[in-house]
């Protein structure tokens, strides 16, 4: 399968069968031009969206005959199995900034967990619930996420072979929160893709843990 950063907290995943799955696409100039990615406009068989938030919910623009999926459950579309688990936008049980869900995705013997906007570290009962886990996207920028340490907290728990950050300040993400640098100074295997696309199979995974920093393609 092939993973794709459009910026933010929005990926493509593209399954060698075809299956296009977009998650969490942003509105292109959201918060007064502060996210300034430009449009998402390509087709998808499947939408996930995490929660109800113009940097995160914006499905205007997306192409192509789609399943959106913004409701906690499991569903099989198209041979991509696929798992929404309830969590919080903050460390307030939502108080603050209401839910999150955190998408598991099984796609040809790998499973992929996106995040979200995960405003705190994971219980046990969801840990397991997310269960082993091949690829993470992992939101690291904090005041709207979980931040560096807590990111590093969250990838520790889930043991992910592969964590991709996302949700982190760029010349193009002007909110007040911190570059990807924040998450990843200290740690070993840390490689910078070059790139807004990797490909993956099981057979391609890394033998150690990795953190693989992309670019944004928008």
Not at 54 to 60: A, M, Q, T
Not at 153 to 160: H, R
Not at 162 to 168: E, G, S, W
Not at 177 to 190: R, S, W
């Amino acid at each position: 399968m092939k993973i794709k950063w459009y910026g933010h907290a929005a990926f493509n995943i593209t399954t060698d069968d075809g299956v296009r799955i977009i998650i969490d696409p942003y509105l292109s100039g959201a918060f007064g031009g502060a996210l300034s990615y430009g449009k998402i406009q390509d087709e998808a068989d499947i939408v996930l969206t995490s929660h109800d938030h113009d940097d995160h919910n914006y499905i205007k623009d997306i192409k192509g005959k789609f399943v959106h999926i913004n409701n906690a459950g499991t569903k099989s579309i198209k041979g991509v199995n696929i798992k929404a688990i309830p969590t919080y936008h903050d460390p307030s049980k939502g108080k603050e900034r209401g839910t999150n869900l955190i998408f598991v995705i099984e796609a040809e013997g790998l499973r992929v967990v996106h995040a979200g906007d995960l405003g705190h570290t994971l219980a046990k009962e969801t840990i397991k619930e997310i269960g082993a886990t091949d690829i993470l996207l992992l939101p690291v920028g904090g005041f709207y996420t979980i931040d560096s340490k807590e990111a590093t907290k969250v990838m520790e728990d889930i043991k992910p072979v592969v964590t991709i950050p996302m949700h982190f300040k760029t010349e193009k993400c002007n909110f007040p929160i911190a570059p990807v640098e924040e998450f990843t100074k200290g740690k070993k295997n840390v490689r910078l893709a070059g790139a807004s696309e990797v490909a993956f199979t099981r057979a391609t995974l890394p033998k150690a843990p990795e953190i693989i920093v992309l670019q944004y393609a928008l």
